[in-house]
Structure formats: structure tokens, C-alpha cells
């Protein structure tokens, strides 16, 4: 074996380059269906991404997650509450809503009223029968009657003061309900406005008073009632009669135009103690002219004195 020489070979000529790769050709037909460039592919995978990152929930407008959440879960949406009073609109009820009203007042209340009352508060003008209507549909009443004070039941005698006179007159309100869809919208109080509004004008000033009857059992009403002014009355066990079985009731009441309830002693002692307050001025006029009147005898009797023990 040789061992390879030290020298440096002789330079060699340089081979030429390699000729360069043909270019692909560029087809001008468009991708098919199948077939996706990269940067499509690219662009749907980011949609996908960014529609994974949101949560889709129903329009409510109630704005509460138990009522989205009951959303989810059924597949039919229960229809959309009000968002304003100003959408409801009042009228007075006509003999075309007795069924109407008659099948909303079986599904309100628990009480069976006969036919011929719901005929009386659609037909009659003795009642003062208002309706909340929605969408061309009935979603709250409120049934009222103006009572003589003479013609009152003995349970309810005890309401207005017997000074109020035999000719005062009192509000009764035999119903008021609204649908339970569209309940804590404010239509209650509406109804109950509309009816107070209408037994305070100049044409109403005697009726004193606004009273009603409602189960003991019923604490919606209560706290409603109560909010909006009334004070219970009275209590009245085995009032009600319910599916033959019998209920305890309570008596609320409200009092407008200068009405008033009967008076204890205490309540006639402070009411003679305010006016005796409110007339402080006429108590000290007075007070002044006879004070005068007093100077001036003393001054006329002393004068005449006087002249006879200088005669």
C-alpha cells in the first residue's frame, strides 16, 4: 500500500452548474370542492376557535340566569314578558270577553263564581270592570262597585266613622288578578290606580273609603295591599267557602276623600289638641282684645272713682 502522496494535485477545471428545476406550472383552474389551500384552511379553523369561545343564550328580558337556564332546557320559548306599562292598554270590559275572563278567573282564583256574576260584571255599568289588555289579549282585570254605607254587610258596619254621615258612600273591590306570565310588570298597581283615580274625582267626594276581602292565605296579595296603602280592618274566620271547605279571610281597607275610621277617645283627644295647635293665631287675637277690653273697664271704673271723690 502506498502511502498517498504529499504534493497537491493540479487544480482541475470546475464543472458547470447544474441547470436549474423547471418551473411547475401554474394551472389557472380554481381548486374543486374538495380541495382547500392552506390559508383556507387556516381561516376556518380560526372561526372555529373564536365560536367556541362564546356562549349563545336566548333574548330575556328579565335578565335572570334561572330563567335562561329554564330556557335551555325546553325546547319551546314561553312568551317574551312586557318590558313597559306603556305597551299594556286599558278598557272597559264588554258581554264579548265573558268567556275570556270567565277562564281566566277559574285559573286565578279559587273561588267558583256563578255565571251570572261574570254576566253582571261584563254587561252591567254598576260595576266598574276594567281590563289590561296585550296583544289583543285580556292579561289583568280589576272589578269594583260603589256600596251605599247603610247597605253594608254587618261585618264590615265598623269601617267608616259614623260623622262621615248616612249618605257616605264606600268602594268595594271584588277582584283584581293578573295573568301569571306577565306578573311583578306593574299592571296590578296600574288596575288599582285607574280605580283609585276614578273614586277621587269631584263627582265622587262621598265615597270615603276603599275595602276589599282576601284570604289569610293569599301573602302575595297581602304584601301588595299592603304596599299600596292598605291597613287590615278586621278579621273574619269561616269567610270564605272553598270546594266545601271553609277559610279564614281578613278585611283591608284604604280611606280617600277625608275619610276616616271610627274615632277612639284618644283619637278625639288629638284631634281637638290639633286644632287648638292650628288656631294658635285666633287664640292669641282674642286673647289681646280682651286684655284691651279689660284695661279700658278698669280705666273707666277708676276715672269714675275718681269724679266722686273729688264731688
Known amino acids: 500500500a502506498q502511502e498517498p502522496s504529499q504534493e497537491a494535485p493540479p487544480a482541475a477545471a470546475a464543472p458547470p452548474p447544474p441547470p436549474p428545476p423547471p418551473r411547475p406550472s401554474i394551472s389557472k383552474r380554481r381548486p374543486s370542492g374538495n380541495q382547500k389551500t392552506d390559508k ?12 367556541q369561545s362564546f356562549t349563545w343564550f336566548p333574548v330575556n328580558h328579565l335578565g335572570s340566569s334561572k330563567s335562561n337556564e329554564r330556557l335551555h ?21 264588554c258581554p264579548d270577553d265573558l268567556e275570556e275572563v270567565r277562564t281566566l278567573c277559574q285559573d286565578w282564583f279559587p273561588i267558583d263564581y256563578p255565571l251570572s256574576w261574570y254576566m253582571d260584571i261584563t254587561s252591567s255599568t254598576r260595576f266598574y270592570a276594567l281590563a289590561a289588555v296585550y296583544n289583543f289579549s285580556i292579561i289583568g282585570l280589576i272589578v269594583g262597585e260603589i256600596k251605599s254605607y247603610n247597605k253594608l254587610n254587618k261585618e264590615d258596619r265598623g269601617i267608616l ?36 283615580n ?32 292598605f291597613v287590615l280592618h278586621s278579621f273574619l274566620p269561616y269567610y270564605y267557602s272553598i270546594r266545601g ?30 286644632l287648638i295647635l292650628t288656631a294658635g293665631g285666633l287664640c292669641s287675637w282674642l286673647c289681646g282684645r280682651m286684655r284691651t277690653a279689660f284695661r279700658w273697664a278698669c280705666y273707666r271704673t277708676v276715672s269714675r272713682f275718681n269724679l266722686e271723690q273729688d264731688e
Not at 276614578?198 to 304584601?223: D, G, S
Open 198 to 229: 276614578h273614586l277621587t274625582t269631584v263627582e265622587r267626594q262621598k265615597v270615603k273609603a276603599i275595602f276589599l276581602h282576601v284570604l289569610t292565605t293569599n301573602r302575595t296579595a297581602i304584601l301588595f295591599y299592603e304596599r299600596r296603602g
Open 245 to 274: 271547605k271553609c277559610k279564614d279571610g281578613f278585611t283591608y281597607v284604604t280611606y280617600i276623600n277625608g275619610g276616616h275610621s271610627p274615632w277612639s277617645l284618644y283619637d278625639y283627644l288629638k284631634y281637638w289638641c290639633s
Open 73 to 93: 332546557g325546553s325546547k319551546e320559548y314561553p312568551s317574551v314578558p312586557l318590558c313597559s306599562v306603556n305597551d299594556v292598554q286599558l278598557r272597559f270590559l
Open 40 to 51: 383556507d384552511s387556516r381561516q376556518q379553523s380560526s372561526i372555529s376557535s373564536m365560536a
Open 161 to 196: 266613622s259614623e260623622s262621615m254621615g248616612r249618605d257616605a258612600e264606600i268602594g268595594y273591590i271584588l277582584s283584581l288578578g293578573v295573568h301569571r306570565k306577565y306578573r311583578q310588570n306593574g299592571i296590578g298597581s296600574l288596575l288599582l290606580d285607574s280605580l283609585v
